[in-house]
């Protein structure tokens, strides 16, 4: 029943690693999102597809890549881990773009060491 | 550039007093507001949301209105129990933004008994 899953929700890894977090929602919903979240709570959007499509691309290192495989999933790909990505990950879901609430998944924190 | 800017935390009050969490924004066209809700170790929960001006929205006994002449977006509750302590996030977003939220700061609230 679960809305918005992610996977992992822990995530430890050391410098320099690769890791993957996966994301899918069963809400029927076209738009998918990726939000980081700071030590100090504060949320900033990182990339959005719609349909598949990419449409929003903050200015985030290029050692981040997300991926639609289908409009249900959204996988962020992490190269070369750094101390400064150790945050809460976040997706979330929406029907459309425009205005509409979005859903966010459980979050996944994770911690470089 | 469009901004929300929340009253900063933590709030510490008694169960069964009023709460009041400040929004104020910033934007270039119209947008539609919202207020989030996360509760430890959990991702955001929509609580309410108003899409345009005088619009009340409503919740779980939260309430905000929009208030265009003021460009505001205050949350209030006539009697918060220990339940409701969590972070309480303001975000807004507008038609042509592909979806994109803008979030206040979050705003840390303490009920103790």
């Known amino acids: 029943d679960t809305a918005v899953s992610q996977t992992p929700k822990y995530l430890v890894t050391q410098m320099g690693n690769d890791k993957s977090i996966k994301c899918e929602q069963n809400?029927?919903?076209?738009?998918m999102y990726w939000y980081k979240q700071d030590s100090k709570k504060f949320l900033k959007i990182m990339f959005s597809y719609n349909n598949k499509e990419l449409i929003i691309n903050e200015t985030v290192p290029n050692r981040f890549s997300p991926k639609s495989p289908d409009k249900a999933h959204l996988n962020l790909h992490i190269n070369s881990l750094e101390l400064g990505d150790s945050a809460v990950y976040f997706c979330?879901?929406?029907?459309?773009?425009?205005?509409?609430?979005?859903?966010f998944g459980p979050g996944t924190r994770l911690t470089v060491t | 550039g469009d901004s929300v800017t929340q009253m900063e935390g933590p709030v510490t009050l008694s169960e069964e007093a009023f709460l009041t969490i400040n929004c104020t924004y910033t934007a270039t066209g119209y947008p539609s507001l919202f207020w989030y809700v996360q509760y430890p170790g959990e991702g955001l929960q929509l609580l309410l949301k108003?899409?345009?001006?005088?619009d009340k929205g409503s919740n779980k006994g939260f309430e905000a209105t929009y208030r265009k002449e003021t460009t505001s977006f205050h949350l209030e509750k006539g009697s918060v129990q220990v339940s409701d302590s969590a972070v309480y996030f303001c975000a807004l977003s507008l038609t042509d933004s592909w979806g994109k939220f803008q979030f206040g700061a979050g705003t840390q609230v303490v009920v103790t008994p």
């Open positions: 979330a879901s929406s029907h459309g773009t425009v205005t509409y609430e979005q859903y």
């Open positions: 809400l029927g919903h076209d738009t």
């Open positions: 108003a899409t345009k001006a005088d």
